[in-house]
């Protein structure tokens, strides 16, 4: 079993950056691939970023590509979510995952964080 726990959400001024971090505890592989999913009430959970075992690979959403940046440092188990230029519409619970194929779709990942909120005000 996989724990994750993410931090660093808050609230921001549109324009504002935030840094979201998750931790991961149990028993877990180097291999993990490793993402960020948001949602909003009402809406579906959306595919935001994804980065495989050793950084190699990375996917960001179209609408994020150029201001959010996904990282991660294996000695810590955690992965980074760089967020700049955030806009209103971000406002979100984001969501830590892990997984065993790099996809946007959230039910190829296995394991989920209890999500931190992100909220981006006008």
């Known amino acids: 079993q996989v724990q994750l726990v993410e931090s660093g959400g808050g609230l921001v001024q549109a324009g504002g950056s935030l840094r979201l971090s998750c931790a991961a505890s149990?028993?877990?592989?180097?291999?993990?691939?490793r993402g960020w999913f948001r949602q909003a009430p009402g809406k579906e959970r959306e595919f935001v970023a994804a980065?495989?075992?050793?950084?190699?690979?990375?996917a960001h959403a179209d609408s994020v590509k150029g201001r959010f940046t996904i990282s991660r440092d294996n000695a810590k188990n955690t992965v980074n979510l760089q967020m700049n230029s955030l806009k209103p519409e971000e406002t979100a619970v984001y969501y830590c995952?892990?997984?065993?194929?790099?996809?946007?779709?959230?039910?190829?990942?296995?394991?989920w964080g209890q999500g931190t909120q992100v909220t981006v005000s006008s």
């Open positions: 995952t892990a997984g065993y194929t790099l996809r946007t779709d959230p039910d190829g990942y296995s394991y």
């Open positions: 149990g028993r877990t592989a180097r291999s993990t691939v």
């Open positions: 980065i495989n075992w050793n950084g190699a690979s990375t």
